[in-house]
């Protein structure tokens, strides 16, 4: 295959998605709703609204920029590893499988529906993370980010179900409809906000995000600006109406919402690797969000929206933009780093504008962003206003950090050529930034019709400059002036924002999340000892409880006109005849002879039993015995003559030589079979009686088109039990060929 | 290896053997038998040519080679069977035409799922043993050499 051909292809999904949603979202969206599984009220249902809409041109908007920097980046990525071209298609299609998901979860209008892409993201998402396999540092990130996201999807399913218990429907739209403010409700919407927290990597989910950093960076880049992180807010806006139904949970958001930004801002001023500064302002960016949808109201889900919006263009760029230095120099370390402004200009002016639109500097798209997050925590409140300016402080600081340690200063490092490809993506998010500045329009149209299915009402998002000093305005400046007195005092600030870091790691929730994973290794292996130690102990351990347990029961059940004697007549004779040679070859079956003699006495009992079932009328049965018992012995024999007959004879002679089993053996069988006997007779007394099922399924058999009852039962009234049966038949299959073949099936 | 007389009567054994299997599984509905036991009896006319014959002249002489893959198929089939009437909105494993109404039949056999899913039964034994025999005769071979 050309090496071209799968980014090109999936570089054309991407923008051909893009356009296709873009007309038609501008068409005023759509809707298909195919019930595939009406029995359980399962629903493919999609709906292209705003919220859906935006989500979905990110991701595909987004991916067509990443893709472009991957087709450049990755060749050279694996050549540097020393493995193979070959690897790349697996690349792109997990790409595109992240995609679609992302896509298919933000159009998705019902729970199980969302739950599917939910986790479809996380499998993606896995396989992206730990895409350099050979790397221990990149497998154990991904495991971490699997195994956080996906726990965590266990509370969204749980949420999903609760509600369908309540409610009836899988379906959003409908259980907005339905839905009262009751404690059922909180605690659903309370679960599927965890999942959406651990997604976005809010506190205390954090510490998957930064290490998830291991990956490729056009996989940081998407993970972060538009698919994985996104998931999570994308998940509140949907369930907005359910969440709001509870002010206790919207408080939640805004506390988690406020740690996650501190948190993130103070742990991205103290990082000294690229990519690590970038992921904790990923999660501080994504607190904002948090904490605006906790806000409420039409101006802070509006703003939450805007927010997504601008943080997914520019965060993208300052990603590749770290992809790009790293490509030029070898360095990922910002100590490292510094004046490659002159050797990098395009990247230098498109990181610059994406950074001060994170940093929210005007004439930048960033600034109507925090205008609206002003605007929103005014209206709830001094203190929230306060905690919005400490934040915005905090980013404008190690945006600063970020763009003036690389690009400012005196050169450290020589700086190579980069291709076109890798360069060109950033200038052209830059720009979009910039004009965004501009002209806002577009961007405040989109943010407005998705904060629309949140709050299930038209919201105004007004994004636009005001000459005089409104309270927004004076806090802007307030956050540039004391921004720039934060990033002044830069050399005292990384330090302490670093002990901070160190505390973090110390006592931080990271630490709960090894040493869980640890218990829970030590748990599995325990078991694991237990359970494979020897195979008479396993049997032992299942047996021996069982029996004596049935045996309890036996003592404790009244007997009486339980065990019933029939009438013996003279043509039962045979049967009985029958039935003693069966017990006398049972009796012989416990001489040890040799394991042949064995085999072969044993299909002896069978045979009889097959004539005493012939007796008693049940020529099916008779038959399936026969037949059963015939190839079991005939394969039991093959399989014997795989063993070395010096290790028969051993373990024959060893068998007969253990002084101590001699008489322990056959007492537990004596008892063994004692029991069992006990249970058949009680069982055969009872028949006729209320629950005759088998007088039943006779009475039904006709209706299934069947004289046969038997065949009846196992082809129709029972056909599940069948199902299964023949499915250990095929894994037995697999199990031989996988130990006599190595798993060669011919 | 085995004389001349049992290794001619083992032949021609063959052919009636697996009329009577293909019997058993077509009467499965009205007389004694089902797919199980006619998957059984057709693999002990297989086992029979294995015992008789050996392993190699049976797989260059019968087209056996594809029945263990044909077992997986089969397994396939049946969840099929069973999967099918979800999406017709029914339990799993409702058979059609569905019980009291009118069956065609041909000869003794009736034609609805519930025989398919024996039939896959039938298959699905047939290949599982067919390649258990394989498995055990080709590693016996790998043991005699080494």
Redesign the interface.
């Known amino acids: 295959m050309r090496t071209w051909a799968p980014p090109a292809a999936l570089l054309a999904t991407a923008g051909a998605g893009f356009v296709a949603l873009l007309w038609l979202w501008l068409a005023g969206g759509g809707e298909v709703d195919v019930p ?4 359980l009220d399962l629903r493919l249902h999609l709906r292209l609204d705003g919220l859906a809409a935006m989500y979905a041109l990110m991701a595909t908007g987004v991916a067509v920029p990443v893709f472009l920097f991957a087709w450049r980046y990755l060749p050279h990525h694996l050549a540097e590893q020393g493995r193979s071209l070959r690897e790349q298609p697996r690349f792109y299609a997990l790409l595109g499988l992240f995609m679609v998901s992302m896509v298919g979860l933000a159009l998705a209008q019902d729970l199980i529906l969302l739950f599917l892409f939910w986790d479809l993201t996380a499998v993606a998402s896995y396989l992206l993370i730990a895409y350099d396999r050979q790397d221990p540092e990149a497998r154990r990130a991904a495991l971490m980010a699997l195994l956080v996201t996906a726990i965590s999807a266990v509370a969204l399913l749980i949420g999903t179900l609760l509600l369908y218990d309540r409610y009836g429907t899988f379906s959003l739209p409908e259980l907005f409809r339905v839905a009262e403010s009751s404690t059922t409700v909180t605690v659903a919407a309370a679960l599927i906000a965890l999942a959406a927290l651990a997604k976005s990597a809010q506190v205390p989910f954090h510490f998957w995000l930064g290490r998830a950093m291991a990956a490729p960076t056009p996989v940081s880049a998407y993970l972060h600006s538009a698919a994985m992180v996104a998931a999570g807010v994308l998940l509140i806006g949907r369930v907005y109406p359910l969440l709001e139904r509870s002010p206790v949970l919207l408080d939640a958001l805004v506390v988690a919402g406020f740690a996650s930004m501190l948190v993130g801002g103070v742990l991205a001023l103290s990082r000294d690797d690229l990519k690590q500064v970038l992921a904790y302002s990923t999660f501080s960016q994504y607190g904002y969000v948090v904490f605006l949808y906790g806000l409420g109201g039409e101006s802070g889900v509006g703003a939450a929206a805007f927010y997504v919006v601008t943080h997914a263009v520019a965060k993208c760029a300052l990603f590749l933009t770290a992809g790009a230095v790293t490509r030029a120099t070898g360095a990922q370390r910002l100590s490292e780093l510094g004046g490659l402004g002159r050797r990098m200009p395009v990247v230098a002016a498109g990181s610059l504008a994406c950074a001060a639109t994170v940093a929210s500097l005007p004439l930048t798209v960033g600034f109507f962003a925090d205008e609206l997050l002003f605007k929103a925590a005014l209206e709830r409140g001094w203190v929230f206003a306060a905690m919005a300016l400490l934040i915005a402080v905090l980013t404008l600081a190690y945006m600063a950090r970020f763009w003036t340690g690389l690009f400012l200063g005196a050169p450290r490092t020589e700086a190579g050529p980069v291709p076109a490809a890798m360069v060109a993506p950033v200038g052209a998010l830059g720009a979009i930034c910039l004009i965004a500045g501009l002209v806002p329009a577009p961007f405040a149209a989109i943010a407005q019709d998705a904060a629309t299915p949140s709050l299930l009402a038209a919201v105004p998002v007004e994004a636009r400059y005001y000459l005089d000093l409104r309270a927004e305005n004076l806090l802007a400046l307030a956050t540039f002036a004391l921004g720039a007195l934060v990033y002044a005092a830069h050399r005292a600030v990384p330090a302490a924002a670093a002990a901070v870091a160190r505390l973090g790691e110390r006592l931080g929730p990271e630490r709960a999340y090894t040493a869980g994973l640890a218990a829970l290794n030590g748990l599995s292996d325990r078991v694991h000892d237990l359970e494979v130690r020897d195979f008479r102990g396993r049997v032992t351990a299942i047996f021996l409880p069982s029996g004596v347990l049935f045996a309890l029961a036996f003592v404790l059940t009244p007997t009486l006109g339980a065990y019933a004697v029939g009438s013996f007549s003279l043509g039962d004779l045979p049967l009985v005849l029958m039935l003693g040679f069966a017990g006398c070859v049972a009796v012989a079956a416990t001489r040890p002879r040799g394991h042949l003699t064995m085999v072969l006495t044993l299909g002896t009992v069978g045979f009889a039993l097959a004539v005493v079932y012939a007796l008693l009328g049940a ?2 049965v008779a ?2 015995a026969v ?2 018992e ?2 079991v012995a ?2 039991f024999i ?2 014997l ?2 063993i070395p007959r010096e290790v028969l004879r051993s373990q024959m002679r060893a068998t007969r030589e253990r002084r101590g089993t001699r008489f322990r053996d056959p007492a537990v069988g004596l008892v063994a079979g004692a029991t069992v006997f006990v249970l058949v007779w009680g069982g055969l007394s009872r028949t006729g009686g209320e629950g005759d099922a088998a007088g039943r399924l006779t009475e039904l058999a006709p ?6 009852v ?3 039962i ?3 009234l029972r ?2 039990d ?2 299964g049966e ?2 250990v ?2 894994v ?2 697999l199990g ?2 996988k130990l ?2 190595r798993g060669r ?2 | 290896m085995s004389s001349v007389v049992t290794r001619v009567v083992a032949r021609m054994l063959l052919a009636p053997i697996l009329v009577v299997a293909i019997a058993i599984l077509v009467k499965g509905f009205t007389d004694v038998g089902d797919g199980f036991s006619a998957g059984v009896v057709a693999a002990l006319g297989i086992l029979l040519q294995y015992v008789t014959l050996g392993r190699e002249e049976v797989e260059r002489t019968l087209p056996v080679r594809l029945l263990p893959h044909a077992a997986f198929v089969a397994l396939l089939g049946a969840l099929a069977v069973a999967l099918v009437p979800l999406l017709r909105g029914d339990p799993i494993l409702t058979h059609y035409p569905p019980a009291g109404a009118e069956v065609t039949t041909v000869g003794k056999l009736e034609l609805m799922t519930a025989v398919a899913f024996d039939a896959a039964v039938f298959v699905l034994v047939l290949g599982a043993v067919v390649g258990i025999v394989h498995a055990v005769a080709r590693a016996y071979e790998e043991m005699e050499t080494t």
């Open positions: 595939w599984a009406p029995t020529p099916n038959l399936v037949l059963v015939t190839i005939l394969l093959g399989v003559s795989l209706e299934a088109h069947a004289d046969n038997v065949t009846a196992l082809a129709d056909a599940l069948t199902l023949i499915t038949v095929a037995a299959l031989v060929t006599l073949r099936l011919w």
